[in-house]
Nanobody, 112 residues
Framework: QVQLVESGGGSVQAGGSLRLSCVAS????????LAWFRQAPGKEREGVAS???????IYANSLKGRFTISQDNAKNTVYLQMNSLKTEDTAVYYC???????RGQGTQVTVS
């Protein structure tokens, strides 16, 4: 079992920045990849970025250049740095394991 806990969400004005954190615990050695997804009210779930254990990353094309995914292996933590935030970035952001059915509780990001 793996537990994923997100934090760092909040309210920010357009143009601002936030950094989300996802701390993994449990059988973290089983994880090859972690990803961030988001879901806005009334919209479909959307992939934001993923980061594999080898350091390779994939981003949604629309978010390249504004969002950066990174990790601190010593802390079992994956980060999502979000810059130049737009109102359309408002959503609940979830941390998920790429290869397993593990998902955090989500953290709300509101951009006004």
């Amino acid at each position: 079992q793996v537990q994923l806990v997100e934090s760092g969400g909040g309210s920010v004005q357009a143009g601002g920045s936030l950094r989300l954190s996802c701390v993994a615990s449990g059988k973290v050695y089983s994880l090859n990849c972690l990803a961030w997804f988001r879901q806005a009210p009334g919209k479909e779930r959307e992939g934001v970025a993923s980061l594999a254990s080898d350091g390779s990353s994939i981003y949604a094309n629309s978010l390249k250049g504004r969002f950066t995914i990174s990790q601190d292996n010593a802390k079992n933590t994956v980060y999502l740095q979000m810059n130049s935030l737009k109102t359309e970035d408002t959503a609940v952001y979830y941390c998920e394991a790429c290869d397993f059915d593990y998902r955090g509780q989500g953290t709300q990001v509101t951009v006004s």
